[in-house]
């Protein structure tokens, strides 16, 4: 097998009457359209200001891509032209000879080209139709099907966010988005290898080959020291060999053990081979009725785990652009925070190689949806027969990773048919229950028989309860931010929750290289195009004028608005683990965003973190305290027996204490204990056991302004800003956006210090950080 990489000397032009003429401009492969025009200087950024809607002319273009490139093929061999990723409504011409077309973002394609390529200079083509213009004509052709949002995505598979979210911009985009290649072969190469394993050490590797000839084959399998061989008759295509070893190691999440991965090799008697990576665990999804309803818990090698998750969404909306150093550093901030899974959402794309082995090294689970989301989709020709393929590609390529604990049907879709008025608009048309309920769950079944299936998120486990019934499987609260204030999440006791979260601003930094409105103002015209969310201004001041009534200006809202997503982050989570067992899970919404923009992410589209992830990083901690109205819950999530005294203080604002009461405590590992509170509560309530401390606040009194002595000096690899608190100081945060902090949302006592640690290769005065507009505190928005 030889690989010729086709990623050089390509160009790209509009395809009749376009703004940018007859223009022909280089292009790049992997990528698209609209990151070539940029490069070329035709078009604005579309991530600043307004730029978003003065393109969308681009997506209802059409685009050829062209490249000349030399071959010259041997003698009696194979040589096929391998898309890994075509965007999306395609069509391949190889000198003159059109290939094939393509009508599906999220396949990978292999043609055979033996007949059209030439020796020596070779023309290729390749023009994409507009997605979004045929996914309008699949839609008047199969009849109109609700989906959120303006345009019919789900009449095309595509990236459904391409075409706008409600925190994503609408750039549907067009193009080779990921690698190109003609592969040469002769007899017969490698089509698929599917390692399926369990935790005593038993490796069943499924392969398929392909093969021209009918003669016999061997296949090896290998390993370490470990292999074995099978035979492929004449006519025979497939073949599972089992690797059995001795004392194997298992894999763990991270937090529970190492990520033990043992190196697979698949080789066949042609020459052909191919290289991955395994590891040994089993994976349940317990879903038993029980006193409390249905629980939805994760069993990893015979362990309940607590998943500690975040909704992950396209790192970009170009997807090409995030390569495996950004994920590195997406994947390094989520276990920052305390993470354990990311759910993949099913309104994007099944991720790159890259992001699955990155999980499996660093012990993050993942959750992976089916492709369809907030919609109903059609269930005939010819999107059925993409569909079918597309889930065989996708689980057959992801089958391998030990992080990978769940397919999941899709995001929202029949919850929507219950409770978003579908049924009346959709009369007798298909929606897509078919797909959820027979096709999926049958590939999986088929091709991945080692994890667990669900029918959507949320799912209450059986088709007679209501979808999203809290007391039954996994659920989403999306009641609180839409019509309610965070402190709402106190009213759940659910068993899983797959989303919920509260939108904030993105870090001021990011704000201000993608919105130049002078002067900025908190809803004008640049925040309000990077406001996606349905009613999303209304929704954030009202959030607001529930917690910060007096907020003026820009600076102070933007303040205050991060700060409420950091409590609603708290809020929920503390709660939420509060009830474990009852409650084992939960997945915030979200971890990342795809563009400068107001939105859920604890990070934003620039990378950098937000007041929340500080938050989020506080309530995923492993051993946690958390406070309410009648007691302390203290919260273990840790192998080793957790005891100790609870030291209970009752304070008022101006740090003198009321009561105060000590708590012994056992808390068994992974548990989570309720001791009740002998004391009335002040002002501030104070908990703390050894170094572990939560600080809570009751009866909405206004806070003192802030007092506090402050230094800020540079230090090797970087700076350290220590203040000692006069007054009370809530949330006390450094908003040095492009350094690390170490420490976020601190709340100091009187005569209490705190110590910053500010990571950095910048070189700036040091005072600089203690200006009021950068070293924060909640007290600062007092009224």
């Not at 002998?678 to 908990?687: G, T």
Request: glycine share 8%; hydrophobic share 40%.
């Amino acid at each position: 097998m030889t690989r010729t990489e086709l990623h050089q000397g390509w160009t790209v032009r509009a395809v009749g009457e376009s703004r940018i003429g007859a223009r022909v401009v280089p292009a790049a492969v992997p990528g698209c359209v609209h990151t070539d025009l940029l490069a070329a200087g035709l078009i604005p950024d579309p991530y600043l200001d307004e730029n978003e809607s003065k393109l969308a002319w681009i997506g209802r273009a059409d685009w050829r891509y062209e490249t000349v490139f030399q071959y010259s093929a041997a003698e009696d061999t194979q040589v096929e032209l391998v898309c890994d990723g075509l965007d999306t409504v395609a069509r391949i011409e190889l000198n003159g000879q059109e290939v094939a077309s393509t009508y599906n973002m999220h396949r990978r394609y292999r043609f055979d080209v033996r007949a059209a390529l030439r020796d020596g200079e070779n023309h290729l083509a390749v023009t994409f139709t507009s997605a979004l213009e045929h996914a309008e004509d699949q839609e008047r052709l199969l009849g109109a099907r609700p989906h959120v949002n303006s345009h019919p995505y789900n009449m095309i598979r595509k990236m459904a966010c391409n075409f706008g979210w409600d925190w994503g911009p609408d750039l549907v985009t067009a193009g080779i988005w990921r690698p190109l290649a003609i592969e040469e072969w002769r007899t017969a190469r490698i089509a698929a290898v599917r390692p399926l394993t369990s935790a005593d050490g038993v490796a069943d590797v499924h392969v398929e080959v392909r093969r021209t000839g009918g003669g016999p084959l061997t296949v090896l399998a290998r390993i370490g020291e470990h292999e074995v061989r099978a035979e492929l008759p004449p006519g025979s295509d497939e073949t599972v060999l089992r690797l059995e070893l001795d004392d194997v190691e298992r894999w763990w999440p991270r937090g529970y053990g190492e990520q033990k991965l043992y190196p697979l090799e698949v080789a066949l008697s042609t020459g052909d081979t191919w290289r991955g990576e395994v590891g040994f665990r089993t994976v349940e999804l317990l879903t038993d009725a029980d006193v409390h309803g249905t629980e939805f818990t994760f069993r990893i090698n015979g362990e309940r785990i607590f998943v500690k998750g975040v909704n992950w969404i396209p790192d970009d909306c170009f997807p090409h652009r995030v390569d495996r150093a950004r994920l590195a550093e997406r994947f390094d901030q989520a276990l920052g925070a305390g993470v354990n899974l990311l759910r993949v959402w099913g309104g994007g794309i099944y991720e790159s190689d890259d992001f699955y082995s990155l999980a499996d090294e660093r012990g993050l689970l993942v959750w992976q949806d089916f492709l369809f989301a907030c919609a109903a989709y059609p269930e005939e020709e010819p999107l059925r027969g993409e569909v079918v393929a597309e889930a065989r590609d996708a689980v057959t390529r992801l089958a391998g990773h030990p992080s990978l604990i769940a397919w999941n049907g899709g995001n929202e879709n029949i919850w929507g048919y219950h409770d978003w008025g579908w049924q009346e608009l959709l009369g007798e048309r298909s929606w897509g229950i078919g797909y959820y309920t027979d096709v999926l769950p049958k590939i999986v079944a088929e091709l991945d028989p080692s994890r667990p299936y669900l029918p959507s998120s949320p799912y209450s486990v059986s088709a007679d309860l209501h979808p999203n019934d809290p007391a039954h499987g996994c659920t989403h609260i999306w009641d609180v931010w839409n019509d309610r204030d965070y402190t709402a999440y106190l009213d759940y006791e659910p068993r899983f929750v797959a989303e919920f979260g509260f939108c904030g601003p993105a870090t001021r930094t990011t704000v201000t290289e993608a919105i130049h409105d002078e002067p900025l103002a908190p809803y004008g015209r640049g925040m309000t195009a990077h406001m996606k969310a349905e009613d999303g201004n209304r929704k954030i001041a009202r959030r607001l004028a529930e917690h910060f009534p007096d907020v003026r200006g820009f600076d102070d809202w933007h303040w205050a608005a991060q700060l409420n997503q950091a409590h609603a982050v708290s809020t929920g989570i503390e709660h939420f683990r509060s009830l474990w067992p009852k409650c084992s899970g939960t997945i915030l919404w979200q971890l990342n965003d795809c563009w400068p923009v107001t939105s859920w992410a604890v990070v934003d589209g620039r990378g950098r973190r937000k007041p929340a992830w500080y938050a989020l990083r506080a309530a995923y901690a492993p051993r946690l305290l958390t406070i309410k109205q009648d007691a302390v819950v203290v919260v273990n999530d840790t192998a080793e027996q957790w005891a100790g005294e609870v030291r209970v203080r009752c304070l008022r604002l101006d740090g003198a204490q009321e009561a105060e009461a000590v708590l012994p405590f056992i808390a068994g590992p992974r548990a989570a204990l309720t001791l009740a509170l002998p004391v009335r509560l002040a002002d501030v309530v104070v908990a703390s056991a050894g170094d572990v401390r939560s600080v809570a606040f009751f009866g909405g009194n206004a806070l003192p302004a802030p007092v506090f002595d402050a230094g800020a000096r540079a230090v090797e690899g970087g700076y350290r800003v220590t203040v000692t608190a006069r007054s009370v100081l809530k949330d006390l945060t450094l908003l040095a956006d492009d350094c690390e902090v170490d420490r976020g949302l601190v709340t100091l006592l009187p005569g209490e210090t705190a110590v910053f640690e500010v990571r950095t290769s910048a070189a700036f005065a040091p005072k600089s950080l203690l200006a009021p507009d950068v070293l924060r505190s909640a007290n600062q928005l007092r009224g």
